[in-house]
């Protein structure tokens, strides 16, 4: 699937535009400051109702205006269209449309536009804390295993019912024991549902890494946030007093994790900040290849900023591995002269000058 026509009014400093990119590669330069990352930002909100910059939604919509909105057309893998809208209010507020009609819920939208996003944060996917890593991961079962939204809206429905509980105690014996069980069973679900993931990952990501860089005694593996060697509904019962005195469940798929680890060390405290970048590029690309397995549809990339802290020659593998997808992606730059060659000859390529909020498409770099 890919973005056919995009259309952007008052999201920071961007002017009103329409534009049509490319099916495949999309590259945004200019200068620092002219909007490139905004027209990123853009995107992001198209298929996730949020901002991958800012967790306030003030900074996003432009200065003096009440709303933001975003159009896409998205051309499906299985033929046909479909057309999104969202538009983000200072209050909070939000409406998503979907082939003109409104939406319940931003997981509609990620289902038709899934993105992966790689700028100068993603190290923070190996530093960050446990739920960044998690969100990596449920991203990717979400879109491969159609049973995992129900069951995880069961277990996060079980978990706030047992939370509550332990903070005000107002359940009595045989509700507690029952959401006890629903917890316990959405967690079993949950937790196969990631192994499989996980086992699929593996190879994948390993393949890819070795095309970016070599890490010898590297390895990837999961937590899945309980005794690996115990039951939830054991391990729950024997925690059930310092749960009271915390307020809230310790154990159980809410804590799961994903370790990445250079020999016995965390691979955070070993690797530099380029060889983070070039793990988590390979992560979010074995996830697009598991995507393609699973669906006849692609993700769409957005490449924030793709020459910062990569050589020549890993920007070139990058690329390589990048258009080895088959799928579209959007890159910005300063100097587009970074990324001239690297591309296949057939590969459509769009060229788009963003200067002062304005987007100017110019030529195919090969013209």
Known sequence: MSLSRVTVTAVRNLHPVTFSPSPRINILYGANGSGKTSVLEAVHLLGLARSFRSTRLTPVIQYEQ??????GQVELAGGGSSNLGISRERQG?????????NARSAAQLAEILPLQLINPDSFRL??????????????????????FLATWQRLQKALRQRNSWLRHGTLDAASQAAWDREL?????????????????LKPVFERTLSELVELEGLTLSYYRGWDKDRELSEVLAAS???????????AGPQRADLRLRLGA????????????????????IAQGHLLNQARRGQCIYLVDDLPSELDEQHRR????????????????????????EGWQTETPVALFHVEQGHITQTHDHRE
């Open 66 to 71: 009440p709303t933001c909105t975003v159009f």
């Open 93 to 101: 507020d939000f409406t998503i449309r979907i082939d003109g009609q």
């Open 126 to 147: 190996l530093e960050g804390a446990p739920k960044i890593r998690r969100q990596f991961l449920d991203w990717g079962v979400f879109h491969v295993e159609p049973r």
């Open 184 to 200: 316990t069973l959405a967690s079993a679900d949950i937790d196969q549902f990631r192994r499989d993931y996980i086992k699929a």
């Open 240 to 250: 059930l007093h310092r749960d009271q005195y915390m307020g809230h469940t310790q």
């Open 265 to 284: 060390h965390n691979a955070a405290d070993i690797l530099s900040r380029g060889q983070q970048k070039l793990v988590v590029c390979a992560l979010r």
């Open 317 to 340: 593998a990058l690329c390589r591995l990048l258009e080895e997808l088959n799928c579209q992606v959007f890159i910005t730059c300063v100097d587009h002269e970074f990324l001239r």
